[in-house]
């Protein structure tokens, strides 16, 4: 056990180690996850309990995680901050021996435990210790060290995470291509976990200079540092200001570091560039602009093709549907119907839909919607694809958010994008594909949408129930609603406090199941 | 969004957001991202924490819920429910109280029960025709009464800010089988011997099928000048039906067939229908 971690590689999370007697007696202890435990697990920030330094000269890294008593820890780290203190004081020889041993003790008290003893550290002053241990010219045993220590300290609350800005000038002047790449790395890390603090701190780390070095360390072509840099980008332009996205595509290399990345990388690098790639679709024009000139598209979809791992697709997938979302004008210059690549979207959209996981069932209907906002040759291009029968199979049985996303999509299908010609402005319809789709049993699953007690849905499902009303040939779309329960759904809303949708659903009541409805027959 | 508030439009009447297909687009932040980045993460850490599929889930659920926070969206009730999902148990147990005579369904039994005395009890209407204020306010706690339907619908626009077109009384139209009844009645040809009982058949079953039909057609009424009169329309419709159904009985019980509307000579009955007996129960001294 004691050599795995050695002659693993240096990112991979330590599986044995970390967690086998903490967490049975966690399980022991608490049925229920505790909230600061699942703060923990969904915060955009990591704790880093293996060093960059690959070749670890440290035989007590590998050691089992430390389950000591919270207070018992504490107490070690008091000391351990204490060490510090007077091996920073002290000069002359042998003193930065004295340093990088007593960082290391400390590095190790807050690497070993679920949650280390962060607070103990502060309180005891640790800060301005590792700020001075960061100093230019120090040996890089102790630049890593105290990199490392601070990482950690910012990888928990908020207030432990904002007790690094006095760090946070020397921990950007350390990712200049000077330093040695695990010392960047570490700081690098560092700056990620800041960043993935909130806004504010995001504005302090890019007034202070962080993008361009970051953004350089994701040029080469492989390597666990790329893979942190992309990954601290990732957290660092995620805004909500568009300001850093659009600097960071900007940045000489970049864009094509991420094809090259998209293109060749392994799993675990593409998945963090893919993350970045979502951030600069989402909030920047003129990267969206940029990547889909570019071959980012064949890309993503080459991925989404050949991926099995979650971890990849997610924002694979993603960043696909924030480029289609984001510019109809390019997009729709590229995803020409009949293009190659527009098939082939389609497909792995297909496929995602097929997934045994919800956010991409739930992203890939999303995509599908958009592509469906289209003209009339992308609608056709979607119904005579493999999506349909999916599409109506998930509308019946799979969770909410799912099923709104699939309303979206079929019904796009039914509406044409022509303008109504007619002076009353009500939209044109695709006749074929609402008498297909209704005949293929989707209507149920709309005026379910109607009953929810989302307002979206409900919207939804009622304007889905104008068009059926109004467009289903011989007069059909009355019965058909009735017989569905349609009726029962909108008197609902007579006691529904939202005015709009008791409009609408009075409105519908009102013209299609007046005082003439049924005489005819 | 994919929906736009239109300007006035012909045909449906105002302000129908028809359905648009529109691109949709999603800032990092929003919502909708939610459970994608924190799969994310959880996908990062749960080897080196070494969570269990269970804490997965719970944390999945939990951040689903917080973000959720449903509410139900009936007026007055503000419940607050965990999830979408309740919401249906949540409607059916507590919002459907439903009238046993007309089969009307309300939100809540306060309404139920002002709607049962204003359109099925002719002690309340007695009332009315004498002057008495007897409309109560729908809205809990007000305590207003007014002296006709309309005033009452007035004061709940002035008031209390209902929208001009909330009806608490729905007229419904008659079913498709009703109505074909009500054709067939003006023509009426019927076998002798199965006559009565399939008159007693039909009263019952109209009764029925108007119950049904109001069940699933509350309507809005279109004029508001009919209110006072058309709120005892149905009622008067259902009792009108249900008179001459009986009334029918009893003429073919005690007189020639020649005088029953519509129907062939009868034989003389052999039996007493038991809607008869139970009826002339109460009036025989």
């Not at chain 1, 000038?169 to 040695?180: D, R």
């Not at chain 1, 072509?221 to 990954?231: E, R």
């Not at chain 1, 990388?265 to 970045?276: C, F, I, N, P």
């Amino acid at each position: 056990m004691a050599d795995d971690n050695m002659a693993s590689h240096r990112r991979d999370p330590i599986k044995s180690s970390v967690g086998n007697v903490a967490g049975q007696r966690r399980r022991q202890n608490a049925i229920t996850v505790g909230k600061e435990r699942r703060e923990s697990l969904v915060r955009a920030k990591r704790l880093c309990r293996v060093g960059t330094n690959g070749d670890s000269v440290d035989p007590l890294d590998s050691e089992m995680m430390i389950d000591e008593e919270q207070s018992i820890l504490e107490a070690q780290t008091s000391t351990a901050v204490d060490e510090l203190n007077s091996a920073v004081a002290h000069q002359g020889k042998g003193a930065w021996q004295k340093r990088v041993s007593a960082l290391r003790e400390l590095r190790r008290l807050l690497s070993r435990s679920e949650f280390p003893p962060v607070d103990a550290a502060l309180k005891a002053g640790a800060i301005p210790l590792l700020v001075q241990c960061l100093s230019f010219g120090s040996p890089d045993e102790q630049l890593l060290e105290a990199a490392w220590c601070l990482t950690n300290i910012a990888a928990g609350k908020p207030e432990e995470t904002k007790a690094l800005l006095p760090a946070l000038p020397l921990l950007i002047a350390h990712l200049g291509e000077k330093s040695s790449s695990p010392v960047a790395e570490q700081c690098a890390w560092a700056i990620g976990n800041v960043a993935g603090e909130g806004e504010e701190l995001r504005n302090i780390l890019l007034s202070q200079g962080s993008l361009p070095p970051l953004a350089r360390m994701m040029l080469p072509d492989k390597g666990s540092t790329v893979k942190t840099a992309a990954w601290a980008l990732s957290n660092l332009i995620k805004g909500p200001n568009p300001k850093a996205a659009n600097e960071l595509i900007r940045v000489e290399g970049v864009l094509d570091a991420i094809i090259r990345h998209l293109r060749k990388a392994d799993d675990e690098l593409a998945t963090e560039v893919a993350w970045v790639v979502v951030y600069l679709s989402a909030l920047s024009n003129i990267a969206t602009s940029m990547l889909v000139k570019s071959d980012v598209l064949q890309l993503l979809v080459e991925r989404l093709a050949t991926s099995n791992s979650l971890q990849l697709l997610i924002p694979v997938l993603r960043g696909l549907g924030n480029l289609i979302a984001g510019d109809s004008q390019t997009t729709h210059a590229v995803i020409v119907p009949g293009n190659e690549i527009t098939g082939n979207i389609i497909d792995v959209l297909v496929k995602c839909l097929k997934s045994e996981h919800r956010v991409l069932k739930k992203e890939a209907a999303w995509v599908l919607s958009n592509i469906a906002a289209g003209s009339i040759e992308h609608k056709q291009l979607i119904y005579s694809s493999e999506a349909v029968p999916l599409l109506i199979r998930l509308l019946s049985t799979a969770p909410f958010d799912i099923r709104k996303e699939v309303a979206y999509v079929l019904g796009n299908l039914c509406v044409s994008p022509i303008a109504p010609t007619e002076g009353d402005g009500k939209p044109t319809l695709i006749l074929e594909h609402l008498v297909s789709l209704v005949g293929r049993g989707c209507l149920p699953g709309f005026i379910d949408l109607v009953s929810s007690a989302d307002t979206e849905a409900a919207r939804l499902g009622l304007q889905f129930m104008e068009l059926v009303l109004r467009g289903m040939p011989n007069g059909e779309g009355p019965k058909l609603v009735e017989k569905e329960n349609g009726i029962e759904a909108m008197e609902r809303f007579q006691f529904h406090e939202n005015e709009d949708l008791r409009n609408m659903a009075n409105s519908l009541v009102d013209k299609y199941f007046g005082e003439d409805y049924g005489l005819d027959d | 969004m994919a929906m736009d508030l239109e300007a006035p439009q012909l045909g449906l009447g105002l302000g129908f957001p028809y359905w648009k297909p529109l691109r949709r687009r999603f800032t990092p932040e929003s919502p909708f991202f939610a459970s994608g980045n924190i799969e994310r993460e959880l996908l990062v850490k749960q080897l080196a924490l070494d969570l269990t599929e269970d804490e997965k889930r719970q944390i999945r659920n939990f951040v689903d819920e917080e973000g959720r926070g449903v509410f139900c969206p009936i007026v007055g009730c503000g419940a607050r429910l965990t999830c979408l999902e309740d919401f249906e148990d949540h409607y059916n147990a507590r919002h459907t109280a439903s009238c046993s005579v007309c089969s009307r369904v309300y939100p809540t039994s306060r309404l139920l029960s002002i709607h049962v005395s204003e359109a099925h009890s002719s002690f309340f209407q007695a009332k009315v025709a004498r002057g008495d204020p007897m409309y109560e306010c729908l809205v809990e706690g007000c305590g207003l009464k007014l002296k006709t339907y309309k005033s009452r619908q007035q004061h709940l626009v002035d008031k209390h800010k209902f929208p001009t077109s909330f009806e608490f009384f729905k007229k419904a139209p008659p079913s498709k089988k009703q109505r074909q009844k009500n054709q067939r009645k003006q023509s009426f040809v019927k076998k002798s011997d199965a006559s009565d009982m399939e008159v007693e058949n039909e009263a019952i079953e109209d009764l029925d099928a108007s119950r049904k039909q109001k069940k699933k057609n509350q309507r809005k009424q279109a004029n508001l000048k009919k209110a006072d009169a058309s709120s005892m329309e149905v009622e008067n419709e259902t009792m009108n039906s249900l008179v001459s159904a009986v009334s029918k009985l009893i003429t073919s019980d005690s007189s020639p067939s020649s005088i029953s509307f519509g129907r062939r000579p009868t034989r003389g009955l052999t039996f007493v229908p038991r809607t008869v007996q139970r009826e002339k129960k109460p009036d025989s001294t």
